[in-house]
């Protein structure tokens, strides 16, 4: 055996013994109810954030500091004694959903139960025990061989269950003592049937709302159909100018800055084990429709959209009232992905908006939010070691997933700290998060930290 291999044997034998104190000590986790959105759990999240602290001080880690946001604290911490090996910037949250419908839970939510396998608990998955595994990988090296062969900056949020409000402005706040090589984003899971996976893209946004106002007041049809734009009508218009039949954008130059699907990314696709027919019976929809030519979950993760989120105008009430409405609006929302700008996104989906020629109304488009996609390259090097560390853990070859959506910390470090993002999470896709009776399979969560113990050392090994 080469003295890496010594190591981690070490490691999973520090790992091994003390399964039990630190299944005891993930259970007293998780018995914090740290709702991060409701205001009279604010103690509870505060308590949350000192008892991770609290590890991580005791554990060995450096600079521990539950550091004030403006919100709930974010907990940092760093070990950075290894030269010249990479640094990991770490990231995970300790707030968890509310619990509601209460009754649904077989045992209250924040007592936890373990059961087949798994410990039920709000946040056993999403994402406490997903932290909790990371400051134990943390312990295992730092008690066993006194070093991590990384150096790693732990930054876990308090506010990732409420829209991470205070995370950009810490985040550019404290830009100066973040810097790191990567960020390893702990808060996705495996594949459906519980494979191994590593999420690898994550979908940005543009958000906006169009209004199309004519007369002054609701109008008579009878009186006045003929003579006006009907603002309804209007909008219908514009809205049928933006898709085409075939599913594609019709807004000029929408796909300008799409990066193409690689031959070896449509591999990976491939791969993925997709039922068409009965992931549309699952939804209740007689056939998926989408832009032809990408397989469905090449157009949920790396393909963008144009989707009208609501649409409003008009008389809605029982029966028939015969009027021209004064107004009629609609909220519209991309879905983005490599290399689109979300700004430019707006600004282009504006202008084919304010070009659809309807004379006699005014309509005004509107920016409502925005989100960067983040996407890092399956053949990055950090990708590579995290499959490695899965496949010799979990023994299988990962999968490689792009998500429809959008973890708001991912973006955030590409945008603010300029740092390739790696998801590497260990949920089982069946975890029930943000639902009554959430879960985490224990063998994931053991795996998870038995992962993380061989990634810190496969990082160290990369080539620089
Ligand atoms: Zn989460």
Redesign the pocket.
Known sequence: MTDQTDTIARLDAFLDRTADERLGDYVEFLRIPSIGTLSEHDADTEAAARFLAERLERWGLEHVEVSPTGGHPIVYADWLHAEGAPTVLVYG?YDVQPVDPLDLWVRPPFDPRIEDGRIFARGAA??KGQVHLHAWAARAWLEMEGRLPINVRYVFEGE??SGSTHFDGWLRDNRHRLSADLAVIS?TGFFEGNHPAITVGLRGLTYLQVDVTGPDVDLHSGTWGGNVQNPANALARIIAALRNDDGTVAVPSFYDEVRPITPEVHAQFQRLPLDEAEFAAGIGVPELFGEAGFLPLERRGARPTLDVNGLWGGFQGEGSKTIIPAHAHAKISCRLVADMDPERTFERVRDAILAVPVPGVRVDVRPLNHGMWSLVDIGHPAVAAAATCLREVFGEEPYYLYEGGS?PAGASFGTILGLPVALVGFTNPDDQ?HAPNESMVLANYEGGARTVVRYWQALADLPR
């Open positions: 949250h999403d994402d990732e269950e808060d973890i998060a």
